[in-house]
Nanobody, 120 residues
Framework: HLVESGGGSVQAGGSLTPTCELS????????SYWVHQAPGKGRDTIAH???????SYFRSVKGRFTISKDNAKNTLYLHMNNLIPKDTGMYYC????????????????WGQGTQVTVSS
């Protein structure tokens, strides 16, 4: 149901905007997420947005990334600015019908991921 696109390779300081088609998830249901998996590491939730369009961010991306949702297009975005090499990894969108949380093991629906590589 979830399809990401928009990853890529950039130099440090650059910007990217991964997108996620939230097929089957309307604006009235649950929470939408972006999850980062660095090479050789586990998955970390970095941002979520509630059904009321209230965003929340993990401290490592606050002030640099913005999560947003276009309910008419059923599409989730992650506006990534001032990228640093530690941002390298796979970025997954996820969704769930429950209230927003921070633990990826609780998210019911996942996309296939999109790769982001940031070089110094």
């Amino acid at each position: 149901h979830l399809v990401e696109s928009g990853g890529g390779s950039v130099q440090a300081g650059g910007s990217l905007t991964p997108t996620c088609e939230l097929s089957g998830f309307g604006d009235s249901r649950g929470c939408s997420y972006w999850v980062h998996q660095a090479p050789g590491k586990g998955r970390d939730t970095i941002a979520h947005i509630s059904m009321s369009d209230i965003p929340s961010y993990f401290r490592s991306v606050k002030g640099r990334f913005t999560i947003s949702k276009d309910n008419a297009k059923n599409t989730l975005y992650l506006h990534m600015n001032n990228l640093i090499p530690k941002d390298t990894g796979m970025y997954y969108c996820a969704a769930d019908l429950d209230d927003c949380g921070w633990y990826p093991e609780n998210f019911g629906y996942w996309g296939q991921g999109t790769q982001v590589t940031v070089s110094s």
